[in-house]
T-cell receptor, first 112, second 116 residues
């Protein structure tokens, strides 16, 4: 079945780069997403990549996609304490109803 | 910036009671979704809705659940007879486009449902 996996925790020092990884089993060939959830808040769409791209850069964020290995990563450059949150990878299901399949989320802790 | 809103932010109900969770999607969006997240678990898809019809539903979305767009702005999720295991954070989402290609879905802040 369709599944998305992420590591649960990542701790970095302020100013370092953070890399959050995600693997998936199956996906329709469309967009793949990263969402951010701050404590007590909803899911904020952070960035996305179209499946025909290998890389997308958006200011401090870089998304890398390896379709062969079904591996997606999110790199945050110059990580700040305000980046502390849970980051979710989400990939669309093969079905045509728009269903997103989420990973369990990676909790990023940024230490000053 | 337009955003999805949800009410209430927290709902406490007794087992067996009916609850209605409300959402106001972004105004020019046509596709609507409900997801839920049980504490400590993954965000799970419940249902998608377009053109006043359910497009897709998960196995969680059984006969106890229903969705409705009662007017031009609201989108509701009804649970007819709540169970303890329905306790979760319920997220509404909307997207401008949808269907075969899953376009960007924008999420509301969630309603925390507690069933006692």
């Amino acid at each position: 079945g369709e599944d998305v996996e992420q590591s649960l925790f990542l701790s970095v020092r302020e100013g370092d780069s953070s890399v959050i990884n995600c693997t998936y089993t199956d996906s329709s060939s469309t967009y793949l997403y990263w969402y951010k959830q701050e404590p007590g808040a909803g899911l904020q769409l952070l960035t996305y990549i179209f499946s025909n791209m290998d890389m997308k850069q958006d200011q401090r964020l870089t998304v890398l996609l390896n379709k062969k290995d079904k591996h997606l990563s999110l790199r945050i450059a110059d990580t700040q304490t305000g980046d502390s949150a849970i980051y979710f990878c989400a990939v669309p299901s093969y079905n045509q109803g728009g269903k997103l399949i989420f990973g369990q989320g990676t909790e990023l802790s940024v230490k000053p | 910036e337009p955003e999805v809103t949800q009410t209430p932010s927290h709902q406490v109900t007794q087992m067996g009671q009916e609850v209605i969770l409300r959402c106001v999607p972004i105004s020019n969006h046509l596709y609507f979704y409900w997801y839920r997240q049980i504490l400590g678990q993954k965000v799970e898809f419940l249902v998608s809705f377009y053109n006043n019809e359910i497009s897709e539903k998960s196995e969680i979305f059984d006969d106890q659940f229903s969705v409705e767009r009662p007017d031009g702005s609201n989108f509701t999720l009804k649970i007819r007879s709540t169970k303890l295991e329905d306790s979760a954070m319920y997220f509404c989402a909307s997207s401008e486009r949808g269907g075969a290609i899953s376009y960007e879905q924008y999420f509301g802040p969630g309603t925390r449902l507690t069933v006692t």
